[in-house]
């Protein structure tokens, strides 16, 4: 039979199984936007100018 603090202990630990298993892998920091944050912007910027650029272009001239 457990004490007045087991479910206070069982609830805690609960917790803790909960955030460990919903935390970030601890293999994400050797991933290359990770340690590249200021490239992997401008190429995700430079990649969707260069998708919508073209379509906004096309739906403007054809008014």
């Known amino acids: ?17 909960r955030a460990k298993i919903s935390s970030a892998p601890t293999g994400a920091a050797g991933a290359w936007p990770v340690a590249h944050p200021v490239a992997g912007a401008l190429l995700w910027s430079l990649a969707l100018i260069a998708l919508c650029a073209p379509l906004a272009v ?3 001239t054809r008014g």
């Open 1 to 17: 039979m457990t004490g007045p603090s087991g479910g206070a202990n069982e609830s805690s630990r609960r917790l803790m199984v």
């Open 58 to 60: 096309r739906r403007h």
